[in-house]
């Protein structure tokens, strides 16, 4: 990871709720909480920040991933990203529940 990225996850980790401000002006979160990052499928995934925004007319994952280069391949790995996160959440809702 270069060092500008690695400087903007450290900034997504410490002000989670300054970015959702900023990126999704309209939310009104109840609470923000740091996702799972790792995934395991064929390929490795690692995603800089992943927020579960839990809000009073629903709760969203908001998937960050900041680049200080032009990567020709990010749509193709943000699409596994995205899948990645769906079964992850697919699986975790058997066994999961926000806190209340």
Do not use: C
């Not at 980790?13 to 979160?29: I, T």
């Not at 395991?40 to 800089?48: E, Q, Y």
Request: proline residues 7%; aromatic residues 10%.
């Amino acid at each position: 990871m270069s060092k500008p990225d690695l400087a903007i996850k450290r900034l997504l980790q410490r002000r989670a709720g300054d970015w959702l401000a900023y990126l999704v002006p309209e939310s009104k979160p109840q609470q923000i909480r740091p996702y799972q990052t790792e995934f395991s499928p064929k390929l490795s995934s690692r995603l800089d920040s992943v927020l579960e925004v839990e809000e009073a007319n629903g709760n969203y994952f908001l998937h960050i991933e900041p680049m200080a280069y032009r990567d020709t391949a990010l749509p193709v790995r943000m699409l596994r990203y995205r899948s990645d996160i769906w079964e992850t959440v697919i699986k975790d809702r058997k066994h999961h529940v926000f806190a209340g």
